[in-house]
């Protein structure tokens, strides 16, 4: 508990300095790296690039953005039952600094053992930090979502510095300066960390479930043989002794990744002893799940088509001075950052005033108004088709609407994911849930392969092709939410037995 006389940040606790700081640089260093690589990927050797098709970069980058989510999951569990909390988020630091270090080595082949360093140091942290923050505020604390509010900001605020100051480096001092100064952020990051760790106390210092000095040895053991493995493959691929195609990767990767999560839904559904209200609101969540993936399908294209759209076919003089590529991606941080408060109030009226919209349908209009989006890149496809630049206002009320969409669904769906689903499996949906992302952003990767700069006239397609289709989906997602509205608010027996008058907590509106 915080007293009076208790330093604090912001009226929150003092800790979360340390973390909103330490997110931000993290932020700043993973947004700014986010940007460059199919940039980086697509161009030439004389541009100092590594010459990939498109459809080999989309992929490389579909590959590792989603492994960056899934990697979250072994990651939390590494923090609750070996390292804990605050030495996870330094030791991800650290990796993920290594990883940019490596990257700004003007080296083709050393530029994967980047990203799988990153990769791997991303997922030991992300989730982690997160955690700290929440563990900041007792159950009762009623600080904890604006708190939560100002954590968020911290990584937007991150994503604009990232984006503006890689992309400026890149377009004017080359490749490698913009890969050190995400490098550099990250050492920032890590620097405050360390220095301000004190004001999280004892919070995150010790693993939540800590195993057995021997499950501790066995669990240690793994792992090293995991890394070995991985080190064995990145070296035959690298020396030759392996060939790997990243769009085959990415496809079975893809495929992998929704096996493991209709076989673990599957299996909470049927073997987890559930009642038949858990059952039903498991069933409403699986529409919210849906949405999520295919979201993040469209959403994902900003770093990579509609990047290279950016490049390639938007005009981007503003008078003498040519706007870098990489700027435009900051424009869906500084639009959360607007119309964030906007979008709290409206769900709160809506719910004063009107019976409030349940989480499959708010879900579905998020994909649907983020499709659309689409719509419009399809119409500046095919300005670009004919031969001219296109003016920038085309990308920037895209982007527009992808938050729009995002700021309807993101929010929502983690939400529904702390209330619908059962109790004794809440952290195990939580990481479920999170392999949606990945699905997402590996889908995402290999619908931007079909984006070939020499065949523009094709392009306009593939925009109508993804928004016609994320429609149908959240139309069918809308309809299925008719029904399942009913599910969300059922309450499971067990719980109706539990609750008694004098435990139930008046809460803020």
Known sequence: MTTQTEKTFFGQPAGLQTLFFTEMWERMSYYGMRMLLVLFMTATLQE??????????????????GCVYFMGLPGGWISDRLLGGQRAVWYGGLIIMFGHIVLAIPNDKTFFVGLILVILGTGLLKPNIAALVGQLYSDKDVRRDSGFAIYYMGINIGSILGNLICGYLMEYQGWHWAFGAAAIGMAIGLIQYKRTLPKLNSIG?????PLSP?????????????????GIIAYMALTGGLTIDPVTVAEYVA?????????????IYWFGN????????????????????????????AGSSMNLFARDYTDRFVGSFEVPTGWFQSL??????????????????????????????KCAV????????????????????????????????????HTVGELCLSPVALSAISKLSPRRFAGQMMGVFVLTYSIGNIISGLLAGNFDPNAIDQLPQLYLQISLFSIGIGIMILLFSLKTRFWESLQDENDEKKIKPEDVVPTMQ
């Not at 495929?255 to 299996?267: H, Q």
């Not at 964030?340 to 349908?361: C, D, E, H, Q």
């Open 274 to 301: 559930l009642t038949t209200n858990e059952k039903k609101r498991l069933g409403a969540l699986l529409l919210v799940c849906i949405a999520s993936a295919f979201f993040w399908s469209g959403f994902e294209q």
């Open 255 to 267: 495929i992998s990744f929704t096996a493991i999560f209709v076989a673990y839904y599957v299996a």
């Open 48 to 65: 100092g690039g590594l010459a990939l098709t498109v459809a080999s970069a989309t992929a490389i980058y579909g590959l590792y953005t």
């Open 214 to 230: 021997k499950g501790e040895k066995i669990s240690w053991s793994i792992i090293i043989g995991v890394l070995g493995a991985i």
């Open 366 to 401: 998020g994909l649907i108004i983020m499709a659309s989006g689409f719509i419009l890149m399809f119409l500046a496809a095919q300005w670009a088709a004919s031969g001219l630049k296109v003016a920038p206002y085309w990308l920037i009320a895209t982007y527009f609407l």
């Open 205 to 209: 210092d010790k693993p939540e479930s």
């Open 332 to 361: 869906n941080s500084m639009f959360i950052v607007v119309l964030s408060p906007f979008f709290a109030a409206l769900w709160i009226n809506i719910g004063k005033r009107y019976v409030t919209p349940a989480y499959g349908i």
